[in-house]
């Protein structure tokens, strides 16, 4: 199994080397990728990416590819040869998350890395806009800058859950920030 996620394409090439390795190493093995969300860029690079990674799993004999959204599925049904399934992003088969709290304010989840949509003069701007009508605004993020030893992620995955679930409204352009609100019940303004 390969772990699934928004990592397939050049925008990672960490992921994609580490799926590359396993894939090659295996390539008549039964190899599972998890559901992705796919994209390469328009670069050179990119399509010098997608140009490998097409050969790749075409050599792969018993590889099969999960999307996790339509957008993806209907790429990888047109680029890959492979069998293509689309899936729901896995943590949309956790049960409700809510929690026994009284909700105030609002949770800002807006991503600060390469694929952020927004500048710093935005998301201020968000945030000026947001503290006019509520009272208590907090910004939470969905990502450990640390590696979290494998017997705490559950309670860490916890904490964000109930801060989520603390929130009147959450604010986000993360994939993952909308789920989470769905799964606890939250309100959601998707960027």
């Not at 949309?92 to 600060?112: D, H």
Request: hydrophobic share 40%.
């Amino acid at each position: 199994l390969l772990q699934g996620g928004g990592n397939l394409g050049d925008v990672y090439s960490d992921q994609q080397r580490i799926r590359k390795k396993i894939i090659s190493a295996f390539p008549h093995n039964a190899i599972i990728l998890m559901p992705q969300t796919m994209y390469f860029s328009e670069t050179a690079e990119g399509i010098k990416v997608l140009t490998e990674t097409v050969k790749l799993f075409k050599e792969s004999s018993n590889l099969i590819l999960f999307a996790r959204e339509q957008f993806s599925y209907e790429k990888m049904i047109n680029v890959f040869s492979n069998k293509v399934y689309i899936v729901p992003d896995i943590v949309l088969s956790l049960s409700n998350k809510s929690y026994e709290e009284k909700r105030k304010g609002v949770g800002i989840c807006i991503r600060k890395d390469k694929e952020g949509a927004l500048n710093s003069s935005e998301f201020e701007y968000i945030i000026s806009k947001v503290e006019k009508f509520f009272e208590n605004v907090c910004v939470i993020d969905t990502i450990e800058n640390e590696n979290v030893h494998i017997e705490d992620r559950e309670s860490r995955l916890e904490n964000v859950w109930r801060k989520f679930s603390q929130k009147e409204l959450i604010i986000t352009d993360r994939l993952h920030g909308v789920i989470f609100a769905v799964i606890t019940n939250t309100p959601c303004i998707a960027l």
